[in-house]
Structure formats: C-alpha cells, structure tokens
C-alpha cells in the first residue's frame, strides 16, 4: 500500500524542477509563467484537508489569474473534500475524475530475450535530439513546442536521467528517471509508432531498473496513464501498490482527457 504523503512529496520535487512552488496547508501551487500553455507547470496540488472550500477555491482562481494563468488544480484526498467537490461549479471550475494505478517495482527482473540488435544509451548532448524526436511524437505528451521547451529544462536537471534504445542503430523509444532522495520514478515512457508491439519497453525498464539498484534507491515508482499501459509496465515487475482517486479541475482549455485522446 501506498503512502499519499510520500507520493505527493515525491511529486512536489518532481515539480521543483520545471515549476515555483508555494507550500501552503492543504498543499502547493505550481506555475511558469514561461511556460503558460504547459499544464504540469500550471496547477494546483491538493491533498488535505480544506477548511473552507469557498475562500479557497477563490484564492486559487485569484493566484492564478494574476499571473496570466489558468486556474487549475488536481484533488485528492476526495473523501476528506466533499464539500469542496460541491462547490467547484459554483466558482466556474469544471472538473473530471482519475482512477490511477499506483505502480511500484517489486526488485526482480522479468526474463527477457538477449537481443543484439538494442542498445539504450544515457541521453547526452550528443544524442539529445534524437532521443528528444521520439517524445515530439507522442501526441499524448502534449503539443510538441511544449515537450520541446519542458525536455530542455528536465533535461539540465541532475534530478533527471535520460535514456534512448536503439534498434538496429535507429532511436525508437525514449524514458527518464526521476530521482529525489531515495526515490525514483520512471517517467516519460515512449516508442514511436512504427516500433510499437515489439516488446522494446520491457528492455527500456530493465535498463532503469538496474540503473536504480546501483544507485541504491528504496522504491521505483511508475504512474500509467490508463489500464492499456499498466498491463505493460506489470510484465516488467511494476505491481500495483494502490490506487488512487482525483479530481482535475479548471475554469477553461482542454480537459485531460481531451488531451490524452489528441
């Protein structure tokens, strides 16, 4: 089982890298104002207890709409916020719910067949565009100028560790670790369409797998985006752990799910 403190703290660090962060009691507001299209930079975090959900949802529409931005926020906790769900049309918000799977690496390796023709290297400057190409071409990721302008900045990040795989010399899937303390997690996991149904993932997460036992971190956490994907990183010995309910809220643009079925 999973400890919603933990995550979220794992997440407020993930944040610091692309994002400014202001802790407040119920949790954190993140933002860019470089990056104002870039939803991850732009949004609340919420995961306690909210005393007076009215003035606090108008407070979070007022911080953000005095820097230019959007008012967004992710809840969790939902069963500690009730009233804060009720009041969220009231103050212009709409709002959808998230299931997720919380997935975390049990420390064995799943078999795999030796194949000479994959190689995975640690992204440098050298091969950066390349490995950058690969996530331009994930329409889930977002619209390419962003992914662009956000690799740029991970990427620079000691927090972050790049990798692409080869096949036959062509880079073709591309991931990153994030790393803050004793944690990590696996992020950004992509293959190009036309590479797509061969397995080259599970030799992706071997990679950073091994990478996380030399490191001697505690857990490796991965957080699939629909169940499809789950079943993937399940092969490769990341079991659910839990999962956890949210609501995403935001008064105008696309939803979420718009997003991820662009």
């Known amino acids: 089982m999973y400890n919603l403190e933990q995550i979220m703290q794992l997440d407020i660090d993930y944040m610091k890298t692309f994002s400014t962060i202001e802790l407040?009691?119920?949790?954190?507001?993140?933002?860019n104002q470089a990056l104002?299209?870039?939803y991850d930079a732009n949004?609340?975090?919420?995961?306690?207890?909210?005393?007076?959900?009215?003035t606090f949802l108008q407070n979070i529409k007022d911080f953000y709409q005095t820097k230019s931005l959007i008012p967004r926020l992710y809840l969790y906790n939902l069963e500690d916020n009730p009233s804060c769900i009720k009041a969220l049309e009231k103050y212009g918000f709409q709002y959808e719910y998230f299931i997720d799977n919380i997935q975390c690496w049990?420390?064995?390796?799943?078999?795999?067949t030796p194949n000479s023709a994959i190689q995975i290297e640690r992204v440098t400057d050298a091969n950066m565009e390349e490995a950058l190409a690969v996530e331009m071409s994930i329409t889930t990721f977002g619209e390419p100028s962003l992914i662009q302008q956000a690799f740029t900045q991970t990427y620079r990040s000691p927090h972050f560790t790049?990798?692409?795989?080869?096949?036959?010399?062509?880079?073709c899937c591309s991931a990153n670790i994030f790393v803050s303390g004793n944690q990590g997690r696996v992020e950004s996991v992509a293959t190009i369409e036309g590479y797509r149904g061969r397995g080259l993932i599970g030799y992706m997460l071997r990679h950073i797998q091994q990478q996380s036992v030399e490191w001697g971190l505690k857990h490796l956490w991965i957080l699939p985006i629909n169940e499809q994907v789950a079943k993937v990183y399940h092969r490769a010995n990341f079991k659910s752990v839990g999962k956890i309910a949210s609501i995403h809220a935001f008064t105008e643009g696309k939803s979420l799910q718009e997003i991820r079925q662009i």
């Open 162 to 171: 790049y990798y692409v795989l080869r096949l036959e010399g062509k880079a």
């Open 24 to 31: 407040c009691k119920e949790g954190a507001f993140a933002y």
């Open 106 to 112: 049990n420390g064995e390796y799943a078999p795999l």
């Open 36 to 38: 104002p299209n870039y």
């Open 43 to 54: 949004h609340a975090h919420i995961w306690r207890r909210i005393a007076d959900p009215a």
